[in-house]
C-alpha cells in the first residue's frame, strides 16, 4: 500500500497546474486561467498572481484550511511566516521559497520547493528559466540560494 503524504498530495496538485500560461495577446498577468487564478483569491485581474497560485495550491491542498489564506501579495505571506515563527534555515519540499529584495528585505515572488537538494521549485507568474518573477507562466526549475527565505508552515499531521 502507498502512503500518500501532504507534501507528495502539494506537489502533485501544484504540477498539475505546468500548463497554465498568460494570454500574451491580451496582455500580462491576464488570460482565462491566469484570471481564474486570481479571482480565487480575491484579487484583481492584471495582477501579479504567483502569491495567488501559491496560496490556492495550500487552499486547495488543505480543503479550505490552509493556516496560510488565500493572498495577493508575497510580503503578507512574509510577514505572516515571520509572526508565526514559521520561518527555516532548513528548507523542505513542500515549503514556500520567498524571493527577497535585498534592498528592501520584502518577499516579491513566491513558489513551492519540490527538491531541496538541488533546490527546484514550482511558482506561479515566473519564466521557464527561473530568472523572471513577473514571468509568463507555471513553471518548475532549479533556485539559488542567493536573495530566499524559507516558511515552513504547519503540515497535518495524519497520513492523507
Not at 497560485?53 to 480543503?63: E, G, Q, Y
Not at 534555515?89 to 515572488?109: F, K, Q, W
Amino acid at each position: 500500500m502507498n502512503v500518500v503524504t501532504f507534501d507528495d498530495r502539494l506537489l502533485y496538485l501544484a504540477r498539475s497546474f505546468a500548463f497554465v500560461r498568460e494570454a500574451q495577446t491580451h496582455g500580462q498577468n491576464r488570460g482565462l486561467r491566469v484570471e481564474a487564478i486570481q479571482h480565487w483569491s480575491s484579487g484583481q485581474t492584471g495582477d501579479s498572481w504567483c502569491c495567488e497560485w501559491a496560496t490556492m495550491m495550500l487552499d486547495i491542498a488543505f480543503n479550505g484550511g490552509s493556516p496560510i489564506p488565500r493572498l495577493q501579495a508575497c510580503e503578507d505571506v512574509h510577514s505572516l511566516a515571520i509572526e508565526k515563527h514559521w520561518m527555516t534555515h532548513t528548507p523542505a519540499v513542500g515549503d514556500l521559497v520567498l524571493s527577497i529584495d535585498p534592498a528592501t528585505n520584502r518577499a516579491h515572488h513566491v513558489g513551492i520547493l519540490t527538491s531541496s537538494s538541488p533546490l527546484v521549485s514550482i511558482a506561479g507568474n515566473t519564466s521557464a528559466d527561473g530568472v523572471s518573477s513577473n514571468g509568463d507562466g507555471v513553471y518548475e526549475h532549479a533556485i539559488s540560494l542567493t536573495n530566499k527565505a524559507f516558511v515552513h508552515y504547519p503540515r497535518p499531521q495524519e497520513k492523507l
